[in-house]
């Protein structure tokens, strides 16, 4: 880890997601913020006149142009580092083409995520996944996706028990904020007075993604994980944190303490002090409403890691059921935060931004 | 089946359930509704001055006055059938008291609904449990319940299906409505922007009554469904119409055109033609994104049975995995509505209101 | 007047004024409802599959496919009006063009609303306005506009008492319904938990339309209204009916109880029993907390006239100010009802829908 | 000013501005929060049992129980200044007793803010009306009293131009928050999806309140503003920040660039850097859709006095009409911060707390 700051760009800076990682990166002890990419519409704007998050524009970024800028211009200026919150759909060639230009990605959208040399990666979960790297060519950029949002809260909710229930079935059952859809996203018209039973692809990115980032590393390969997950999601007038209901089937029986144990001593990374890392990442609540939207949303400290953690509560185990509600911001831990602490971890262990460059 | 209207009343007549009957029973073409009960506090009050829905009240009942009178008064007044939106806890007693009295009770309280001699129903889906009350001493009122507000719309929803399925587990999420927790209800503050993951004793309701209304009567008793039922409830910000989210484990296999017919086809009570009784009572949605609380709360044909059909859609299955979302209007199915068609069932079998007295 | 219903067309019926126009229409006893008319991206599709309201589409229509047909297309398939939901800036060179070709329109647009010629018409206010319209080329279709949504409000509201209280200035503060802005409209994140204090065009429209509808035509002009109105518009997050404000300084000071009289007996149209006229057009609420969006948005009788009325409460008369609130239903009586009304008033006085064909 | 920090107690506690209280005073650098004073009901709850407000209580006092004590107990304690957020009707005597025990009671309620010997105070407009208090009996405590919700904004807006507008009519319109209403406050159903265009007594108060403290004293006595001012007040559904259409009604024609410059360069307070002052207090914000609750809400700066500052926006400037839109938290500048912001500036001059001993 080098003393200096490495100069990184967001890509899609004018959306939700793309203003979230403005948020996170603006004062960042390892990046350095120097591009904000965005479409050739927004070019020449200032980021404050494009500013939709309810808190205002970070000061020193409030007045930054945001620029049109490819692959090349960016390497030309000197990013290492690419963040981004490009659309799914348009983001999987351009980050492919960032990356054949030799900068690292780390990508929010959902292109690459089942891609077998890409790490899908939730540090705290599955770091060794990022060994799938290890062997992409020489020159090449790393490329590490973040997870769906709401996949992201189930599987940080999963990880700390998954060895000691060794799940049959996994039903999981979303209320999910208004902030998952992006912007200009639902129409108040469509949502107001009304949830709505169905969130394109969001079933299927759910249990494919679990799957895979709880399955087992072999090498180059990721072993799948043998428990079937059922996904039923829907949207709620909220306006930031995915509530997930969960039902676990289990093959074992802990006693419950040994449950509760394991998630709240739960935290592999806090030896290494990633600057977004929440510690605990997990928090359980005992109260009988908890965890809600409006109340445990920013969960998480230090500070930095505000948004970061995830909420547990309702915990009931009737063997061989298991249930429980969890909660993570789904923009935060389960969007722009899930990348940056990915690149954190990178760049904390060492790992290559470009291969074959040796140490960075 | 007598040509005069039954005299009858409506106890609880200033909550939310409560205005629910009212307005069901305005101009019933077989209850005539001569009593609105209320506490001693809203004594004198003219119901237009209590009024919650938000459509006005029915005109030839807006002047009329709210009374607190006890059994016997609505005894001598020659009130012969009750129905009750009494606060569950308050109203066991009293309703206990009624049927010692001789009047029939239709109630909307969980008070009662576990009682073994009392039938809990939903005339389309376990008519027959109206045999449990066949035994009730002489001069004793029937007494019938409605079941819990979600509850309902599960069961309406499995009936046609749960011979074909065999079910091994039923997994059940909710969306449920602020009108759900009547009035006051929940304070505005603690749902605005939020969700509630926790609703007090509705998971548990939901898991044993969806077991009593499908259990087989055999003479006075009712064998248990052999189906673990597994509810996690929450509130949400909708005004009516409880959203849930099913995934059945299924032991049979029947093909998806099978379910489908069965759902379709259901119709058991369409030769009685019931006033307040939909026709069909499901119906099923083909869109991606149906049902939702706004567009489908007031499903159900003819014109009174407005708010009494289930609403089911998304469907998928994925044997041996049955998925699906159903919605019903919690306050008419899962409420006054459903009491009300309990009470035109009965009236319409020629069930006796008081045990013993003959025909009504 | 004669006895068959008169072809008219829809334009703009996938928007939200456009469903209203068609749910006023669908069983309308003048008017046959033959053409929904949409942008080539909708065609063929079925008016059902584009349904945005919440209840469902008027089962008459459901099936037809919304179609793209100009003017000549229109006029060879013998349609005589034409019911304008296109937006503001498009709808007018088509408007003049249908106009030029024989049809008559009624549009809910803002484009024509100023033009000196063209009537701007609350068939209870201004029907003398109709007038402008008797020197059009012969051939040529007639052209009413109604008014803004909230000017609507405001001039139904000001109308029966502004003789008795001849105005010197009006003040009016607006807390507009979401409908308001059309689909997709506000986007949810920006109206969730907020207030959108801007809503462009809309207070000069009510400034301009308020003074035009109020002022006194002689001949083919109209004279200038001399009260200065004074608005500031706002968006809350409510679906339909536009809450005003209102606070009038006035020159003259004539007993509250005149003014109350003035409302209440309003109803210049009553003996023309238009199907869609409110009778009367406005109700007064003495309640303290009345008129509000949920409660009163529906209110109108008879039953065609749902939505078509206004509610005015919460007078208070302290000379030489009067206040008020008064809430209209935005998409209905301040859209296409306007609209509707103003065609059945066309019909019922036996204008000409072309000019110079004689009778229609 | 003493080194030491002033041993406080909030009464009320457990309220939405109880609530707010205790979060401004957690880690005060002048008051030391030492009682949390509640009802009997809630006697030894702890204070994160019962915390209402989104984000978490603070840490050092979430576990500190809430007592119920009476004034001769507090002044026991060692207690010097209450800050009250009880209820208005019970505030009064209780207030008054505090009082006359010798403690300085700086309240939130309304019972005692027009008492001809109470300040009314917000101090950067009018803190020379601390006078007032300057003859109260000796050993008798100070009593001031913050200004109603709706009053604060306003009179904060209208500060800076009053004497170049010299306004004959002030028309005030108001978006009111739901934490307005406090807890359990306003029932979600009365709320959603609807407008509620009444406040009980809030109109009388912002028209009394800021005619009170936009007068002028002299001496002992408080001379009228000669301005009238028509409020009319509405709740909505976001849950904090007070938005307010303000129409004045100048008598005097200044240009429109030195309205702003009195606006932006008015920060009576700033030489004296009180904790908890937003410097500058007023914010012109000059986008087209400004102020927002959701965005402007928690305008102000240094960080401690975030949710304290004036946010002014959509300036129109129409001699003789001026109108503009406004916006300040209700709870924070319009409830606790104001009452918190009286003391520090009370502190800050060195006014003694109980009359007649000495500095302080």
Request: proline share 9%; glycine share 10%; net charge positive.
């Amino acid at each position: 880890m080098t003393e200096e700051r490495i100069p990184v760009a967001v890509l899609g800076a004018t959306g939700y997601i793309g203003q979230e990682f403005v948020r996170l990166l603006a004062d960042h002890p390892r990046f350095d913020l120097q591009v904000l990419g965005g479409t050739a519409r927004r070019r020449g704007s200032r980021l404050e006149d494009l500013w939709h998050l309810a808190d205002p524009p970070p000061e020193a970024l409030a007045r930054r142009p945001v620029e049109t800028v490819g692959p090349s211009a960016l390497r030309r200026r000197g990013i290492r580092a690419i963040f981004s919150a490009l659309p799914s759909g348009i983001a999987g060639p351009i980050e492919s083409e960032l990356s054949r230009q030799g900068m690292a990605v780390f990508s929010n959208a959902a292109d690459h995520r089942m891609d077998p040399e890409i790490p899908l990666l939730i540090p705290e979960v599955n770091a060794d996944h990022l060994g799938l790297a290890d062997r992409r060519p020489r020159g090449r950029g790393l490329l590490v996706a973040n997870a769906n949002c709401s996949t992201t809260g189930l599987v940080l909710a999963l990880a700390p028990v998954k060895e000691l229930l060794a799940p049959r079935t996994i039903q999981v059952t979303t209320y999910q904020a208004l902030s998952g859809a992006g912007l200009p996203g639902v129409p108040s018209l469509a949502i107001t007075d009304n949830v709505i039973p169905y969130i394109p692809e969001e079933e299927e990115k759910i249990e494919r993604e679990t799957a895979r980032i709880l399955g087992r590393r072999r090498g180059g390969r990721i072993g799948p994980w043998p428990c079937r997950v059922l996904a039923q999601c829907a949207r709620v007038g909220t306006r930031e944190g995915h509530l997930l209901a969960v039902t676990v089937e289990a093959t074992q029986r802990p006693p419950r303490a040994e449950l509760e144990r394991a998630w709240s001593h739960f935290d592999p990374l806090r030896a290494e002090r990633l600057p977004t890392a929440p510690s605990p990442p997990i928090l359980l609540r005992r109260e009988a409403d908890r965890p809600q939207p409006l109340r445990d949303r920013w969960a998480g400290s230090p500070r930095r890691a505000q948004g970061m953690a995830a909420v547990v509560g309702r915990i009931r185990w009737d063997p061989p059921f298991l249930r429980f509600f969890t909660l993570t911001h789904n923009a935060v831990r389960g969007g722009a935060g899930g990348s940056v602490l990915n690149a954190e971890l990178v760049d904390r262990r060492g790992i290559e931004l470009t291969a074959g460059r040796g140490r960075d």
